[in-house]
């Protein structure tokens, strides 16, 4: 059997690509083809798409899934979900996480691969522990980043307890587009030798090399690997699908997917592009930054932005260059939602404020106590000092201090709650749901 390819398009193609604003409408219409393809798998929820859909789109984000399970009659719906963080960006009680699980299984969702920034596997353990219960497929990831501490026996041990905790196979998520040919060949060798588990490579082309780490993670034994259809892939998107196919065609891996096919679908993405220009981020520039400074596309384009509002945008070469200096002192967490926002506002503060940690965002103080988990090394303790005096820093996984809440959250939203799916959207989004919600009685 040959390697297999999980299509991204639906999801991180277009999260990456137009900000995450593709209404459902543009999806249906081409979802038999894509189901006719043969793909592992579909990724089509979480990540940002839930919060879009509910506060850009004016969808309700389960009415999708539903409407997409419908259309995707032989290809099992995958969502990326952050762990105890979910789809949102903290961390929610245990009966939030097991109800938000448990919905999305029902309204469709077959393969949950879950992450936590930091590979914290205790901020993913509850996610786990639900998702095996209820017979769905556990995709456990490892956020891949570079650093002092980040190395394939660092990675073994996350992959082995992810295995102990109920993992079906292991994703390793290179957000960045930072993975090397090398890197990804030795890191899926070791996984799948001292792990045992199947393993799937996720690559952004940032940097422009995805498809040749692609190509060593194939011949080393990797699985199954991420593509979009070549209208919506490279730039911060991922690898286009008809060129691996090809490249493959007549090996010992190959996909056995119809190039025929994939170029109907990839001409139907390409018009529907077209309608999202305003959002359109561009897919052919490589960033070399991304090498330089370890930044996601998104983190750098949010820059541009904060700093434009700020008419600082002449500093933007410094907060480069501090957000390396913020992760080292934070312990290196990959960057990848929500640590990479943590970093990122944390080095805008820095450069702004005149003086490193002068001004500090709430949220670095709660990662400098804690409450995100434990950081892959050791965080600057005169930093930490700085930000937090004398504060105590809890050493239990983060969840276990928060109180339940899906009791409260149904009394709060019962007016406009039609469904237990109304009321898990509200304890995500509160302020975004509620609006939502209002507007959707209103029309």
């Keep these: 059997m040959g390697v297999q390819v999980t299509d991204t398009t639906l999801r991180d193609g ?4 137009l900000a995450t604003r593709m209404a459902t409408r543009d999806m249906l219409p081409i979802a038999a083809k894509m189901d ?17 859909c509910l506060r850009y789109l004016k969808e309700d984000p389960w009415a999708r899934l539903r409407q997409l399970r419908s259309a995707f009659t032989r290809t099992p719906l995958q969502m990326l979900l952050r762990g105890q963080n979910l789809v949102g960006y903290e961390h929610y009680p245990d009966d939030v996480v097991e109800a938000f699980v448990r919905c999305a299984h029902e ?7 879950i992450f936590d920034a930091l590979n914290d596997v205790r901020n993913m353990q509850k996610a786990i522990s639900v998702a095996r219960g209820l017979g769905a497929h556990v995709q456990a990831t490892i956020s891949y980043t570079i650093s002092p501490v980040h190395h394939p026996a660092y990675y073994v041990r996350v992959g082995l307890a992810l295995k102990e905790m109920g993992a079906h196979s292991l994703c390793i998520k290179d957000m960045a587009g930072i993975i090397t040919p090398v890197a990804a060949r030795t890191l899926v060798r070791a996984l799948k030798e001292e792990v045992g588990l199947p393993v799937q490579l996720h ?5 422009g090399l995805a ?19 070549s209208s919506m892939a490279l730039g911060s998107s991922q690898p286009p699908c008809e060129s691996l196919v090809v490249a493959l065609q007549g090996t010992p891996y190959d996909t056995g997917l119809d190039v025929g096919l994939l170029a109907e679908i990839a001409g139907y993405f390409r018009d529907v592009r077209q309608r999202y220009k305003e959002f359109d981020v561009g897919s052919a520039a490589v960033d070399i930054n991304v090498l ?8 750098i384009s949010n820059f541009v932005a904060q700093l434009t509002q700020l008419n600082a945008l002449e500093k933007l070469p410094q907060v480069l260059a501090e957000v390396p200096r913020v992760r080292e002192d934070l312990g ?9 926002q943590i970093v990122g506002t944390q080095a805008v503060f820095n450069v702004l404020g005149g003086e490193r940690y002068r001004i500090c965002a709430n949220e670095t103080k709660a990662y400098l106590r804690g409450l995100y988990g434990q950081p892959p090394g050791p965080v600057n303790e005169e930093v930490r000092r700085k930000v937090i005096g004398g504060q105590e820093v809890i050493t239990c996984r983060p969840a276990d201090l928060l109180a ?7 009394e709060e939203i019962k007016d406009l709650a039609r469904s237990e799916e109304d009321v898990l959207s509200y304890c995500l989004f509160p302020t975004v749901a509620k609006e939502y919600l209002a507007w959707r009685e209103a029309n």
């Excluded at 498809?211 to 259809?229: K, L």
């Excluded at 290196?332 to 990479?340: A, G």
């Design 292 to 299: 330089n400074y370890q930044i996601p596309g998104g983190m």
């Design 36 to 52: 006719a393809v043969g793909f592992r798998s579909v990724e089509v929820w979480g990540g940002a798409t839930f919060d879009s």
């Design 332 to 340: 290196y967490p990959p960057l990848v939602t929500p640590t990479s």
């Design 404 to 410: 339940p809440r899906l009791e409260q959250a149904r």
């Design 211 to 229: 498809s040749m780490a692609y190509w060593e993670a194939v011949h080393a034994g990797v699985d199954v690997v991420d593509t979009a259809i």
């Design 14 to 17: 277009q999260q990456s690509l």
């Design 107 to 113: 309204n469709g969702i077959r393969i949950f691969r």
């Design 203 to 207: 690559c952004h082309y940032s940097s």
